[in-house]
Nanobody, 124 residues
Framework: QVQLVESGGGLVQAGGSLRLSCAAS????????MGWFRQAPGKEREFVAS??SSPYSVKGRFTISRDNAKNTVYLQMNSLTPEDTAVYYC???????????????????????WGQGTQVTVSS
């Protein structure tokens, strides 16, 4: 069982930056694909970024990274706009024997474990 705890959300003005953290319990953290998703009010949950053998982000202003020694994945968000306002969720795959080549783990069903979410609010 993997438990995920997000932190770092909050209120920021447009143009500002935030760094979200997701601390994972369990062992061999490096064997898990990790992802960030977000859900805005009235909208479906959407993929933001993932990291397996390499980082991948669909938002050029957002960078995902991981520190396997700390069992933590980060999401650095820059130049935030009000459209980035959402609850941000960290997700983890089950333990993997290997990461699939040329596959970026963008689907929600790539992930088995989810955090409780952290609110990001960007004011104009």
């Amino acid at each position: 069982q993997v438990q995920l705890v997000e932190s770092g959300g909050g209120l920021v003005q447009a143009g500002g930056s935030l760094r979200l953290s997701c601390a994972a319990s369990g062992r061999t953290f490096s064997n898990y694909a990790m992802g960030w998703f977000r859900q805005a009010p009235g909208k479906e949950r959407e993929f933001v970024a993932s990291i397996s053998s390499s980082p991948y982000s669909v938002k050029g202003r957002f960078t995902i990274s991981r520190d396997n020694a700390k069992n933590t994945v980060y999401l650095q968000m820059n130049s935030l706009t009000p459209e980035d306002t959402a609850v941000y969720y960290c997700a983890s795959s089950r333990a993997l024997a290997y990461f699939r080549r040329n596959y970026y783990y963008t689907r929600a069903n790539d992930y088995t474990y989810w955090g409780q979410g952290t609110q990001v609010t960007v004011s104009s």
